[in-house]
């Protein structure tokens, strides 16, 4: 008993110092000048030093590995640029979530307008403008069911001709000046709000914005390529935001390749650096691993979003320049086309698509929507994919997994060749099929959520669990990859949208 007590006590003594030491030697690291967050300071090194992993040497802020989620290689990358002759550009009232079907038009048929022109406003929200992406005459006002206004398209001029506003100098104004500005020049529309994804209120101020500034998607566009000589409108568009918040503007970096200079010397907001696989690179998951979403409402907006609000407060005008991916195995020379919002996809493809039987989407693989060569790019949409469509049965295809395919499953012997990039089409390999729990959805969503549990609270309308097994912290785009991997064949986004356009009711 003696040996023991001194044992202890010679144990105790020993930890005592030893903590002591190795709290001072932080306080001196710190007196230094060295990142005790992201450095192992210390007499032992940490058990989360040794496991964790490390961060790549580019990485000056937070760094987050997930270790979940699946790659999807496909064949079409965008790699070079294409200059095709774009004449039509459409906004589209339907891409903004809780709007009216049928909005107050501000223009009609023949009318020639500016970039920046106000083209309509939602009756619930007068205040809040919707401008023209280029400048030309209204061509068109299409409709469709029950006269809900689908695209209003303008034919654009040769050289767009911007309509010049007054900004306040962010330096001195409030944020009510800046509010007033951007509802009046339709920047506001940029910004989005979690949960439910749609346009912020005009008196919200949201308790934090988030931005992502890296794709993961398949065939996503390289995000470092639209801040190439625009850091000036991206660091002005940060300061504007950092206007609009109670909280923090957060930057989400690649934590996979090196960044743009513009993201990594980006000041006024706080850098985290996500490594792996898709979708780390969506900003809902970004969010999950800074600060998740309880009953607050958030703000995201893209790097281009960015650079517009940028660009307005710099020179005055509303400038919708996008740098768009077509991409896919069926388009010809994928490649990268600096146009406008609502660009036409058929002039976007002209002559560049092989093939007939297609698959046109706006946006990704995973969360983008079906489009044609009539129809115009989303508000949002920074990619065009083009892919063979899969309306074909396969006899035996679980039994006999003879063609390559990307698959989350160790039946296919594609899990062997990481880096092999597939044709893909539309096929889901099966029928829809009983809702069972089969773990795959955790394997792919690096979040603590439970994506089955709260997929049959939706449909069973359970708004308490919805809401307590995360709700407000997904979007169509972060469940995606989810419903990929589905053996039940569920149509998981859906679903979700059903259930957030439910809550949103409720709120």
Not at 93 to 115: C, H, Y
Not at 124 to 145: C, F, H, L, N, Q
Request: net charge negative; aromatic share 10%.
């Amino acid at each position: 008993m003696l040996y023991a007590l001194i044992g202890i006590g010679a144990a105790l003594f020993f930890w005592v110092v030893t903590s002591l030491s190795d709290s001072l030697l932080k306080i001196e690291a710190e007196k230094a000048g060295i990142d005790t967050e992201k450095k192992d300071i210390g007499i032992w090194p940490s058990l989360t030093g040794m496991f964790s992993p490390k961060a790549p040497e580019f990485a000056e802020g937070k760094f987050f590995k997930s270790s979940k989620g699946f790659d999807i290689k496909l064949k079409g990358k965008a790699e070079n640029f294409s200059s095709p002759s774009i004449t039509r550009y459409a906004i589209k009232p339907g891409n903004f979530r809780g709007n009216s079907p049928i909005p107050k038009m501000l223009v009609a048929v023949g009318d020639e307008v500016q970039a920046g022109d106000a083209i309509y406003f939602d009756k619930k929200r007068p205040d809040v403008k919707y401008t023209s992406p280029v400048s030309g005459e209204v061509v068109e006002i299409k409709r469709g069911a029950k006269r809900a206004i689908t695209d209003i398209i303008i034919l654009a001029d040769k050289e767009v001709r911007f309509k010049k506003y007054s900004v306040p100098n962010i330096e001195e104004c409030n944020r009510q000046d800046i509010v007033d500005a951007m509802i009046g020049s339709g920047t506001w529309v940029m910004l989005n709000q979690r949960p439910f994804d749609i346009v912020p209120e005009i008196s919200d101020v949201p308790a934090n914005i988030f931005i992502s500034t890296f794709d993961t998607a398949p065939l996503a566009p390289d995000q470092n390529l639209f801040v190439e000589g625009r850091g000036d409108d991206f660091q002005k568009g940060l300061d504007v935001l950092n206007k609009l918040t109670a909280g923090k503007v957060f930057l989400g970096l690649s934590g996979n390749a090196q960044p743009s200079a513009v993201f990594t010397g980006a000041k006024g907001v706080e850098k985290n650096y996500f490594g792996g696989k898709h979708p780390i690179g969506n900003v809902g998951v970004q969010i999950h691993h800074t600060a998740p979403i309880r009953k607050e409402k958030v703000w995201t907006v893209g790097v281009q979003e960015v650079l517009t609000i940028g660009r307005f407060f710099n020179e005055g005008v509303v400038d919708m320049s996008r740098m768009v991916a077509v991409a896919g195995s069926r388009v010809a020379t994928p490649s990268y086309v600096k146009t406008y919002v609502g660009a036409s996809i058929g002039d976007l493809l002209k002559e560049n698509v092989s093939g007939d039987n297609n698959r046109i989407i706006s946006g990704d693989v995973l969360s983008g929507s079906t489009s044609d060569h009539d129809q115009f790019l989303n508000f949002r949409d920074d990619q065009i994919t083009v892919i063979e469509e899969g309306n074909y049965n396969e006899l035996f295809g679980w039994l006999l997994p003879l063609k390559p395919r990307p698959s989350l499953s160790k039946t296919f012997p594609s899990f062997l060749m990481p880096e092999f990039e597939f044709e893909g089409d539309t096929n889901t390999h099966g029928e829809k099929r009983a809702f069972v729990v089969s773990g795959q959805y955790e394997a792919v969503l690096p979040m603590d959520i439970y994506p089955q549990h709260l997929m049959k609270a939706i449909l069973s309308n359970d708004f308490e669990r919805m809401e307590g097994l995360g709700i407000n912290e997904l979007s169509e785009e972060d469940i995606a990859i989810c419903e990929f991997v589905c053996t039940s064949k569920q149509p998981l986004q859906s679903i979700l949208r059903k259930g957030l356009d439910t809550m949103r009711e409720q709120s």
